[in-house]
């Protein structure tokens, strides 16, 4: 009996150096005997956040806990809408983990916004597209009420995120999309064709490029353009593919003055070269 007082006495809410209590580090190990023990109590708080603004919610999504993510969005002293300090939330944290099952939970629940965003502007579609977690990008586009276009803090779109990061089957996704733009510039009037030229993302450049309104000459705020970043990074690849359009201008100088030929390093790119004098 004085065991089970003693017990009794325990608090389930005390934290630890970090903020952390009992609940959240379950919750993230995905322990759901133990998270279903802990909210057994009476005396427990299941949303107290931690050091980082981290619910116990919100720690669950981002290892896709499941079950946890079900024993705590049932609880009505539980916001599953509240962010961290980062603006994060549970939605954004399943998302960004690629946990297809957690985030289609978290659809299903009412008032839930689709197109929140953190601090950093990003939506849970940005920070699915940027990992390249195709099934959590057919989910979110599903929804009627998304908007696939939002631009992050940098003008970063979802397609913006998915092309720079080389995420082929998410940019194939998105470009099914009418009302997803391909030509949309970032803060620096960079658009997804230029990113993927900048990076020598072929099967990226040849996607965009299968879309009837790309602009495939659109320059960037220095005046460069798809063919200027490709040549100036020799990627032979996308180069040729760029030059196999009709509509693709080779002369186009930027706001410096050259063109890509003459601003291409012969020495280095001879096969960039090469394309460009045939």
């Not at 690629?98 to 953190?118: A, F, M, Q």
């Not at 597209?129 to 057919?138: E, L, M, N, Y």
Request: proline fraction near 8%; charge should be positive.
């Amino acid at each position: 009996m004085n065991m089970v007082r003693g017990r009794r006495c325990v608090d389930p809410n005390w934290p630890d150096k970090y903020g952390q209590t009992a609940i959240p580090l379950a919750a993230e190990e995905g322990h759901e005997g133990v998270v279903k023990l802990l909210l057994g109590r009476k005396d427990i708080k299941p949303d107290t956040a931690d050091g980082y603004g981290r619910t116990p919610l919100l720690c669950a999504p981002s290892f896709g806990r499941e079950g946890v993510v079900n024993l705590l969005v049932v609880r009505e002293d539980v916001n599953i809408h509240r962010p961290d300090k980062n603006g994060q939330t549970p939605l954004l944290s399943a998302a960004e983990g690629g946990s297809e099952r957690v985030v289609g939970l978290l659809l299903g629940w009412k008032d839930i916004n689709p197109n929140t965003c953190n601090k950093a502007g990003q939506t849970p579609l940005s920070l699915a597209s940027k990992k390249g977690h195709d099934r959590v990008v057919k989910l979110l586009l599903e929804r009627e009420d998304i908007n696939p276009d939002i631009r992050d803090n940098d003008g970063w779109t979802p397609l913006s995120w998915a092309t720079v990061n080389g995420r082929d089957g998410v940019v194939k996704l998105l470009l099914g999309r009418e009302n997803v733009n391909p030509n949309m510039p970032d803060n620096g009037g960079r658009t997804p064709l230029s990113l993927a030229a900048l990076k020598g993302r072929d099967g990226v450049v040849k996607l965009l490029l299968g879309r009837e309104d790309v602009n495939p000459n659109m320059p960037d705020n220095t005046g460069q353009t798809p063919l200027s970043w490709a040549v100036s990074k020799g990627h032979d690849g996308v180069v040729k593919l760029l030059l196999g359009r009709e509509d693709v201008s080779p002369n186009m100088p930027d706001n410096g003055g050259p063109t890509p030929l003459s601003s291409a390093p012969k020495k280095r790119h001879k096969g960039v070269v090469k394309l460009l004098q045939a």
